[in-house]
């Protein structure tokens, strides 16, 4: 399968998979049998420089139909070494992502990413469907459309939240772990970890769990009028929880978990019904018409 150049031709597809940062081909879904690749890494040109690479499958579902998905791992630079890129251009990375999204015509986003656990709550490997987030970064993302209004109330979706726990529990089942349908996800900037004291005073503010993940995509999905969720892998304790947590344990948790992770975003995505009916796509509010994109200058 030929990787093409970098290209303005955006492919049609309803759903949106955001991988986590594990490196090389762990957890890449276009690599499972059950999908059929169409396209693999392709670079795409947008008003905000050039996208992630962006893969393209569609997703087999009962009765021989199929659903259109792109697939693009946001956080891929974070892989090596856990080591994040600069704030900024990953937060025009994000924007030219999503620009890309929608071009494409998503309407639906399941991500999945590794937690550190901020609280003596939850354990290294449960999966966590959060519910809500607080975000400590600085936003360099801005808007694919300024002055858009963006209601976050149930920021995560509900119907894509019910799956993703549904199939959360039936993975916690089947490898004697826990899952958990409630989290408060806390989102920071790195690329450092976080100090005890910071920690500390997240868990005291109501978090749950913490990673460099989830935002900007989760406001950037609600301008374009998608849905989105994620589910969580915690991989560790962050600073300060336990005595003492070991990098290389995280490293191989991160790792492991990546293709895990994966499977169930992929069971989401074909369980989803057809029809949207929740109220995702009524809570952004942009000036002028209603499906106005950026365009270049």
Request: net charge negative; glycine share 8%.
């Amino acid at each position: 399968m030929p990787s093409p150049a970098k290209t303005r031709t955006v492919p049609a597809a309803d759903y949106a998979l955001l991988g986590g940062s594990a490196p090389g081909t762990q957890g890449s879904p276009e690599l499972e049998q059950r999908v059929l690749p169409l396209l693999r890494d392709a670079v795409f040109a947008t008003p905000f420089g050039d996208a992630p690479p962006i893969s393209h499958f569609q997703l087999p579902v009962d009765e021989g139909e199929s659903r259109s998905v792109l697939f693009c791992r946001p956080q891929a630079g974070m892989a090596e070494g856990l080591v994040g890129r600069p704030s900024e251009q990953r937060a025009q990375q994000t924007l030219a992502l999503f620009w890309v999204l929608q071009r494409a015509g998503v309407v639906r986003v399941v991500s999945e990413c590794g937690v550190a656990s901020i609280t003596q709550h939850f354990h290294p490997r449960d999966l966590v469907v959060p519910h809500d987030f607080t975000d400590f970064t600085r936003q360099h993302a801005g808007q694919l459309v300024p002055g858009a209004v963006l209601v976050m109330r149930q920021p995560f979706c509900p119907e894509i939240r019910e799956v993703l726990w549904q199939r959360a529990r039936k993975f916690a089942a089947e490898k004697a772990t826990r899952a958990f349908n409630r989290a408060v996800h806390v989102s920071v900037e790195g690329p450092r970890m976080e100090t005890a004291a910071e920690v500390a005073a997240l868990a005291r503010l109501g978090g749950d769990v913490i990673s460099q993940t989830v935002t900007p995509e989760v406001y950037l999905a609600r301008e374009i009028g998608a849905c989105f969720a994620t589910v969580a892998m915690v991989v560790n304790y962050a600073e300060g929880v336990r005595p003492e947590w070991d990098f290389e344990l995280l490293r191989a948790t991160v790792r492991e978990g990546a293709e895990e992770l994966g499977s169930v975003a992929l069971d989401a995505l074909v369980a989803l019904p057809v029809e949207r009916g929740c109220a995702c796509a009524e809570r952004r509010r942009l000036p002028g018409a209603a499906d106005r994109v950026a365009t270049p200058a």
